[in-house]
């Protein structure tokens, strides 16, 4: 695996022959490991495999958890490597192929879906050239993805891009991040229309006098 020098290059999707932790997780490893007995080290399946898709993102731009990986795990922990892909084909937020640069993530549960995510959805399409979900682009900078309920739905549509939460989505905000990510720009996060927290649309209209004033 080689580190990607430049933020806007398309992300190395090579399938690796061989993985190791690097410095960065072998450190957070041990801090994992502490949390639990010797005898009960399985546990920490879930956070390795997280560990180990951070650092394909890292260093080759791509963040998912190649076979090889899964099986370094099931080492460091003592367990059979089936454990290992029993959780990692469970659970959808651990990447079991290679995806771009960018993971566009869009909730289309039903209180998303009535606020737009369709119009979200689209948006995605046109400024990207995915068809369909579950494609990468061709200069492989986002890989498209529907996801379940991502726990947002005050501020639907919610668009999760990597880690990052984007709310209150339309097609035009949408538009505006995806190219400002193909720029090399990381947005803020947070609601399109300047929603503080989960406040209604133009500011909070209760318990806005302070007893006393």
Known sequence: MT???SP??????????????????LDAIAKILAKYPADK??????????????QMGRVT???????????????VLDIAPVRVYEVATFYLMYNTKPIGRH????????????????????????????????ETSEDGLFTMSEVECLGGCVNAPILQVDDDYYEDMNAESTTALVEALKRGEKPARGSSIGRQNSAPEGGPLTLNTIVGE
Do not use: N
Not at 8 to 25: H, Q, Y
Not at 41 to 54: F, M
Not at 106 to 128: E, F, M, N, Q, Y
């Open 61 to 75: 731009g791509s963040a998912w958890v190649p076979v090889v990986a899964m099986d370094e795990i099931a080492r």
């Open 8 to 25: 806007l290059a398309a992300p190395d999707r090579t399938e690796p022959t061989s993985f190791a932790f690097d410095a960065i997780s």
């Open 41 to 54: 080290k399985a546990s920490g399946t879930l956070p390795l495999l997280d560990l180990a898709q951070r």
């Open 3 to 5: 580190a990607t020098t």
């Open 103 to 134: 993971h566009l993530q869009v909730c289309g549960t039903t209180p998303c879906w009535l606020r737009g995510s369709d119009s979200v959805r689209d948006a995605i399409k046109a400024c990207t050239g995915i068809k369909h979900y579950g």
